[in-house]
C-alpha cells in the first residue's frame, strides 16, 4: 500500500500536476480573497474572517480533484498495466487506498499554505487575534473530509472508463451530486430528508464550529462507501 501511495505522490510531483494543481488552487482562491471585488474580498468585507474562502473552497476542489484522480485507474486501463499490478503480491485493497492516500496528501499539500490567510487575519482583526477559533478549526476538518469524499469518489470514477476525459466529467457530476444535488431536490420541496443526504449541509454544520460525530461520520461513510465501489469494481475487471 505505501510503495503504491509513494508512487501516485512522486508521479504528481514527477510531472506538472501536482504544482499546477496547487498554484492553480492557491492562485485562485487568493485572486478571489484578496484582489477581486465582491463578497468574498476580505480587505472589503469590514470583518476578519476566512467565511469567503471557506464558501467558494468546496466549488474550486469539486473540479481540481477529479483533474487530479481522472488518471488514477484509467490510465492503467489504458495501458494494461492494471493486469501487471494485480498479478503482483499486492491485494485489491491496498491498491485502491495507495491511490487514494497519494490524491488526498496532493490537495492536503495545497491546503497548506492557506494558513497564510489565517495569520493574515489574525493581523487584520481588531484587535489582533480576534478570531473565531472553532468556527475555523471546524472549517478546516470539514474541508479534509471533503476532501477525502472528493478524492473517493474520483477514483471510483476513473474505474469507470480508460478515457481521462469521461472519468473527469463523471467525478465532477458524482461530486456536484453529493454535495450539491440533495440540497436542491429539497429545496423543491420534494422532502427535506433528503437534504441529509447531501455534503452541503454536513459541510456547513462543521463550518459552524460544531465538530458532531454525525457530520464526520457521514463524510467518513461516502469516503468508504466509494473505495468499497471502487474495489468491487476492480474485482470485476480481474
Known sequence: MFAIFRKELNSFFASPIGYLVIGVFLVINGLFLWVFKGDFNILNAGFADLNG???????????????ITMRSFSDEFRLGTIEILQTKPIADWHIVIGKFLGALCLMLIALLPTFIYVFSIYQLGNPPGNLDWGSLLGSYIGLILLAASFTAIGIFTSTLSANQIVAFISGILVSFTMFYGFGAIADLDLGEFFRNFGMEVHFESLSRGLVD??????FLSVTIFFLVLTRLKLSVEA
Do not use: H, R
Not at 473552497?57 to 481540481?64: E, Q
Open 213 to 218: 460525530s454525525v457530520d464526520v461520520i457521514y
Open 53 to 67: 474562502f471557506f464558501f467558494i473552497a468546496p466549488w474550486f476542489l469539486l473540479f481540481l480533484i477529479p483533474a
